[in-house]
């Protein structure tokens, strides 16, 4: 499986952005997906997941109200859309798959998943 982010860049401080990731190479609709970011100095933390149906997400708490994730199995793509971007959202981005056993899993660890995109940053400036 490969997957490629794109949408990253510089915005300020309250200014949105919508990330996308291209999955190619295995079956889309079968996959768990997730959202992560690793900021200079720190862990990958999860930001959002999303099971392969879409039909259950899960948020973390820095990020509820002003993220949304989102796919298009028809598309093969995942889509982070960011809202009230803040400073401390600085990162980069990276999108992650996984092959998910049910329709009602999803992960938030990231040890959980065996497939990495290259990355995109976001810079939010104040």
């Known amino acids: 499986v490969q997957l490629v982010e794109s949408g990253g860049g510089l915005v300020q401080a309250g200014g949105s952005l919508r990330l996308s990731c291209a999955a190619s190479g295995g079956t889309f609709s079968t996959y768990a997906m997730g959202w992560f970011r690793q900021a200079p100095g720190k862990e990958r933390e999860v930001v959002a997941a999303?099971?392969?149906?879409?039909?259950?997400?899960h948020y973390a708490d820095s990020v509820k109200g002003r993220f949304a994730i989102s796919r298009d199995n028809a598309k093969n793509t995942v889509y982070l859309q960011m809202n009230s971007l803040k400073p401390e959202d600085t990162a980069v981005y990276y999108c992650?798959?996984?092959?998910?056993?049910?329709?009602?899993?999803?992960?938030?660890?990231?040890?959980?998943?065996?497939?990495w995109g290259q990355g995109t940053q976001v810079t939010v400036s104040s």
């Open positions: 999303i099971s392969r149906s879409g039909s259950i997400t």
């Open positions: 992650a798959s996984r092959y998910a056993y049910s329709g009602s899993f999803l992960y938030t660890g990231k040890d959980a998943y065996g497939y």
